[in-house]
């Protein structure tokens, strides 16, 4: 067993050895962010996975993150620490109910939010992440109905935000569902002046109440440039070690969750599967390794290609 500073060493060693490239989730433990080539949101990450120049990608974060960084990257190897770090949203919407869903409304175009499967993705239109979404909406030709998966919160501030009615699959993401509205009321108590910055996939009762709302990128910016001295966070609570760092000087409080959990926060259990250990060992061994049919493949570029040129 290597302690954390022996397993980062090696890590950045053997990454070096074998020309591989690690990209990080926001959502990853702090570790695995101080050790990443490149932390960031999904939309960051997908741009990054379509750059590289390294013959394998280590993708710190979950399955269907890394499932997009092998449709980008057909030819290189890419690697997940734990093929078990799945997503609520993703499984909420498995590909013959969505092909069902498809097939009962054939004029709709859909447009899924890139947390769902290759199979998924290959039956879409086009795919979106919670920072392009608005504009990929507002890309759409006014009079063409539209269905959206598989995240009902984010198509329902989606929906609010465009002024576009879609049909929405029922899919939730069980971290941003668990904040509770009660708990974060007496955060208030605390610090009354504090403002809420949440994830629109979080429930529209806290949206309703937050003073900004946007994907963990634009949270991170929010943070930054708006002077105020204090935020609540309602989205998974690793993006605090990055803004943190961000703005040394200010209050950042991890929304609390209905459960009563040791960090009090909201923490998604398949993004913390990964650990340095596993990382490491997946980098040594070169697996597990994400394989897909080659066909799903090929169809499931093309909406996230759409989507890379839009946004
Ligand atoms: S935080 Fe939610 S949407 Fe993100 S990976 Fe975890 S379960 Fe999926």
């Known amino acids: 067993m290597y302690n954390s500073e022996e397993l980062k060493d090696k890590?950045?060693?053997?990454?070096?050895?074998?020309?591989?490239?690690?990209?990080?989730?926001?959502?990853?433990?702090?570790?695995?962010?101080?050790i990443a080539?490149?932390?960031?949101?999904?939309?960051?990450?997908?741009?990054?996975?379509?750059?590289?120049?390294?013959?394998?990608?280590?993708?710190?974060?979950?399955?269907?993150?890394?499932?997009?960084?092998?449709i980008l990257n057909p030819n290189k190897k890419v690697l997940l620490p734990d093929?078990?770090?799945?997503?609520?949203?993703?499984?909420?919407?498995s590909a013959d109910e969505f092909a069902n869903f498809r097939y009962q409304y054939p004029d709709h175009l859909a447009i899924s939010y890139i947390n769902c499967s290759a199979e998924v993705k290959a039956m879409s239109d086009l795919i979106c992440t919670s920072a392009n979404a608005v504009k990929i909406i507002q890309s759409i030709p006014k009079g063409q109905p539209i269905l959206f998966a598989p995240d009902k919160n984010l198509g329902k501030y989606l929906i609010r935000e465009t002024g576009r009615d879609m049909l929405l699959w029922e899919g939730a993401c069980m971290v941003h569902?668990?904040?509770?509205?009660?708990?974060?009321?007496?955060?208030?108590?605390?610090?009354?002046?504090?403002?809420?910055?949440?994830?629109?996939?979080?429930?529209?009762?806290?949206?309703?109440?937050?003073?900004?709302?946007?994907?963990?990128?634009a949270m991170l910016k929010f943070v930054q440039k708006d002077d105020h001295p204090s935020y609540i966070?309602?989205?998974?609570?690793?993006?605090?070690?990055?803004?943190?760092?961000?703005?040394?000087?200010?209050?950042?409080?991890?929304?609390?969750?209905?459960?009563?959990?040791?960090?009090a926060c909201s923490e998604c259990a398949f993004m913390k599967m990964n650990s340095l250990e596993n990382l490491y060992q997946c980098l040594k061994l070169g697996a597990p390794e994400i394989t897909l049919d080659p066909?799903?493949?090929t169809k499931a570029l093309l909406p996230i290609q759409k989507m890379l040129n839009i946004s």
Request: charged residues 25%; hydrophobic residues 40%.
């Open 11 to 34: 890590i950045l060693k053997l990454k070096k050895e074998k020309n591989a490239v690690i990209l990080a989730h926001y959502y990853q433990e702090e570790a695995i962010q101080d």
């Open 37 to 70: 080539d490149f932390v960031g949101d999904s939309l960051e990450l997908s741009r990054k996975a379509s750059q590289t120049d390294s013959e394998i990608i280590v993708f710190a974060g979950v399955h269907f993150m890394a499932e997009t960084a092998k």
């Open 83 to 93: 093929l078990d770090a799945g997503c609520s949203l993703a499984d909420a919407c």
């Open 177 to 217: 569902e668990a904040f509770s509205i009660e708990k974060i009321m007496e955060v208030w108590k605390k610090y009354p002046k504090a403002k809420l910055v949440a994830h629109p996939e979080s429930e529209p009762h806290l949206l309703k109440v937050a003073d900004f709302v946007g994907s963990t990128s």
């Open 233 to 263: 966070i309602a989205t998974e609570a690793g993006i605090l070690h990055e803004m943190q760092k961000a703005v040394p000087q200010k209050v950042l409080i991890p929304a609390p969750s209905h459960e009563n959990n040791t960090c």
């Open 295 to 297: 066909d799903i493949q």
